[in-house]
């Protein structure tokens, strides 16, 4: 479900600047924030005239109690706002006190000369000695830069922040279901635990896959089970496929949902080969597309850090638009710097190009190894076309770092298996080059729109070192 995200508005005043000006200034962000909370399930939670003079933030006695009003409210991420020059000391010490929260720092333009020829605000000379104080106490923040709030940079980097925000707030704490041991020949998706308890509180949930199959084949409410098959008929093309995967596709649906539920999980990290196939006779690819559709990020190979790359982009997409978690495979036999974004037919059907429907097949890849019957499952189609962001986490010695780099999609008439798009980059030579010395992996996870800005803050946050290309 959709948390309303609360972000904590600052407005920072010095005397003797004109607190007229601030308290105009301060309506003006408040109204020009009015168009994101409307657009976007976030509150605004502002110190009022009842609380601080003015709803203004200019001493300890305003930061404490501004402290105390955002901590009871739950704020998730502040915005420190310096509407004159804005008073330090208070403004950091709102910062420093509710440590980890994201900080977004911006000053705003100066207004027209008093009469007798006084700067109003001098907001940017302030902001530096704020920046100076948060910088002092090691605490990351993002500056928005130096801008009255009417103009579209303001709205665009409150969102961007918006957005990390959401990310940290989600990757924070979260729990990864684990679905049997990864692949043994597959060290690429070995993971160590406890750098992700120690840095981010995070946990990894295991079940075996033989409790889930076993759940599975024991569902007693055939009409959750047919309804969702009906469902399934309704919306992909399941002519190539038998009746009975449909069944069971259902029901490990169904079974890892509950699993999800029962334990409180934000992703999934499912051994989808080749026990799936072997004992439960089925390809989960379908399922795995269908789960990250409806908002649990499930990603292939047991690979719990492509499972998390999945939930930062969906988090930092406001939980709008659900990834693709990807093979890089190869590059174009023609084309320099295009490569195909590929897996065996994982991808959320909601993704699909115009013209390309879903079609419900066997896996290209497992059946010459498993046969046609038990590797039924994979949804193939071509992804939609345009600009999409490429993500990766990884972890070496305790130090977490992501891949951020973009590309877009471009329309194919290729007829290829799979869930697949060929994604243009700038330099595909040079990422690469990246991908390999840096030690990224075969698996990505592929998001449409660019949201490099806000994957960059959101590393800031977490101390994730961001790769970007």
């Known amino acids: 479900m959709k948390k309303t995200l609360r972000i904590g508005f600052v407005p920072a005043h010095r005397d003797p600047f004109s607190e007229d000006w601030a308290i105009q200034i301060r309506k003006r962000v408040l109204k020009a924030l009015e168009s994101l909370v409307a657009r976007r399930n976030i509150e605004i939670i502002v110190p009022d005239g009842h609380l601080t003079p003015q709803g203004l933030v200019r001493d300890d006695a305003d930061a404490t109690k501004v402290v105390d009003f955002f901590g009871k409210r739950g704020v998730e991420g502040i915005i420190i706002g310096a509407m004159t020059f804005g ?6 010490t709102v910062a420093e006190r509710l440590q980890p929260l994201p900080v977004l720092l ?12 006084k700067r109003r605000s001098d907001a940017f000379c302030g902001t530096l ?5 948060l910088y002092r106490r090691k ?3 993002s500056f928005a830069g130096n801008l009255f709030p009417e103009g579209e940079g303001f709205s665009r980097q409150v969102e961007d922040f918006v957005r990390a925000c959401s990310a940290v707030r989600g990757f924070l704490g979260a729990r990864v279901g684990m679905v049997g041991p990864r692949p043994e020949r597959f060290e690429t998706c070995a993971v160590n635990e406890y750098p992700m308890i120690e840095q981010f509180g995070q946990r990894i949930v295991q079940i075996s896959l033989s409790e889930i199959f076993r759940q599975a084949s024991t569902l007693r409410n055939t009409s959750e089970i047919n309804e969702l098959v009906k469902e399934m008929k309704s919306t992909v093309d399941a002519s190539g496929v038998r009746e009975e995967t449909l069944d069971k596709a259902a029901r490990l649906e169904i079974t890892l949902e509950d699993f999800a539920r029962n334990k409180n999980l ?6 989808c080969w080749t026990a799936m196939q072997e004992i439960y006779g089925i390809s989960s690819c379908f399922t795995m597309g269908r789960l990250t559709e409806q908002g649990l990020m ?3 190979e047991v690979d719990i850090h492509g499972a998390l790359t999945m939930l930062i982009q969906y988090l930092v997409s406001l939980q709008k638009t659900p990834p693709h978690f990807i093979d890089w495979t190869i590059q174009h036999q023609s084309k320099d710097n295009v490569f195909l974004a590929w897996h065996c037919g994982n991808a959320p059907p909601v993704l699909r190009a115009r013209n390309s429907p879903v079609c419900l097949r066997c896996d290209s ?3 010459e190894q498993l ?3 038990k590797t039924e499952g994979t949804a193939e189609f071509q992804l939609k076309p345009g600009v999409v962001t490429l993500n990766r986490l990884v972890e070496y010695d305790g130090c977490f770092k992501l891949l951020i780099t973009t590309g877009k999609i471009i329309p194919s008439s290729d007829k290829l298996r799979g869930s697949w798009s060929w994604v243009e980059v700038k330099d595909l030579a040079g990422l690469y080059r990246t991908l390999v010395q840096e030690g990224f992996i075969h698996h990505a996870s592929l998001i449409h729109g660019d949201l490099t800005s806000c994957l960059t803050q959101f590393c800031q946050f977490t101390g994730i070192e961001a790769v970007v290309v």
């Open 87 to 92: 008073d330090e000391i208070s403004a950091v």
């Open 129 to 133: 000695s704020i920046a100076s104080g």
């Open 371 to 373: 046969g046609r019957e």
């Open 266 to 271: 934000d992703a999934l990290a499912v051994q």
């Open 106 to 117: 911006f000053s705003t333009k100066e207004g027209p000369f008093t009469e007798d020829g």
């Open 298 to 300: 499930s990603a292939c």
């Open 139 to 141: 605490i990351p923040f």
């Open 365 to 367: 890849t497992a059946e």
